[in-house]
C-alpha cells in the first residue's frame, strides 16, 4: 500500500531496516503500523489538550438544570471520536512493543498507553460518574486537575513517537 518514497516523506525512512526481536509477524509492514499508532498519538495528544484548556474547564459554565442534558450528551459524542483512536493506539502501540525489545523506545511508548488507560478509568471515569448524577464544581474542578496526568503523558507519548520517528 505505501511505497519506500511515501515513507520518506512521513519520516519513516530506514525503518524497514529496524530489528524486532519477535518475527512473527514478519510480513506486516511495520511502517504502517507505526504511521497509524502516530497519527493515533498526534490526534488524541490535540484532543487532550483541547479538552483540558477548553471543554472540562468550560463545564463550570453550564448551569445546573442543563447539565444533566449537557453532560450525556457530551459523554457519547466526544466516545465516537475518542474511543475508537483510543483503540487504534493500544493495539498499534503493543504490536509495536511485541515486535521490538522489552525496553526499546516502542515499549516505552507502549508503557505509557497503558498508563493513560489506567488514568483514564481510575481518574476520569469516577468523576464522569458522579458528574452523570448533576453538576457539581468541585467535581469538575477534579476532572480538571486530574485530567493534567492524562495531558502530560499523551504528550509525552506523541513526543517520543516523534522523537523514533525522526531518529530512524
Not at 506523541?158 to 522523537?163: E, I, R, T
Amino acid at each position: 500500500m505505501f511505497d519506500e518514497s511515501w515513507s520518506d516523506i512521513l519520516c519513516c525512512k530506514g525503518a524497514e531496516n529496524t530489528h524486532y526481536e519477535n518475527e512473527s509477524l514478519a510480513s506486516v509492514d511495520l511502517n504502517l503500523i507505526f504511521l497509524i499508532n502516530l497519527s493515533a498519538s498526534l490526534f488524541l495528544t490535540g484532543l487532550i489538550w483541547t479538552i483540558q484548556l477548553v471543554h472540562y474547564p468550560a463545564f463550570h459554565f453550564v448551569d445546573e438544570a442543563d447539565f444533566l442534558n449537557f453532560h450525556p450528551f457530551h459523554n457519547r459524542r466526544i466516545s465516537f471520536i475518542v474511543i475508537p483512536v483510543m483503540i487504534t493506539e493500544l493495539i498499534t502501540s503493543g504490536f509495536l512493543w511485541w515486535n521490538d525489545e522489552l525496553f526499546s523506545l516502542n515499549a516505552i511508548g507502549f508503557y505509557l498507553v497503558c498508563l493513560i488507560w489506567t488514568s483514564t478509568f481510575l481518574l476520569s471515569v469516577p468523576n464522569h460518574a458522579k458528574l452523570a448524577k448533576g453538576k457539581d464544581d468541585i467535581v469538575i474542578t477534579s476532572l480538571v486537575n486530574t485530567n493534567w496526568v492524562r495531558t502530560i503523558l499523551w504528550t509525552v507519548k506523541a513526543g517520543l513517537s516523534v522523537f523514533i520517528c525522526i531518529s530512524i
